[in-house]
């Protein structure tokens, strides 16, 4: 398989959770409250995600797919005075 999903995960201040914030990977959407707990929960969905939509891949039958995720988290400093 040469197509490299991407997984950009996000924490949500408002919400108190990391989130799947953009992917091309079909039907993830996952919430945690931590980023580890969200990449396992990204580990475990792959595999029936795959299993669910596999007339949506190209390829008959994947050994593995490769995901590059990537977190980002933004937050804003409030200054004294």
Known sequence: MDHTYFVEISWDEE???WHVSDTDFPGL???APSERD???K???LV???YELNRHLFDEAA???IPLRMTASR???IHLAG
């Open 62 to 64: 994947l050994k593995a």
């Open 47 to 49: 595999p029936e995600l």
């Open 74 to 76: 933004l937050e804003t």
């Open 42 to 44: 990204i580990r475990a």
């Open 29 to 31: 959407v996952a919430e």
């Open 38 to 40: 969200l990449v396992k």
């Open 15 to 17: 919400a108190g959770v």
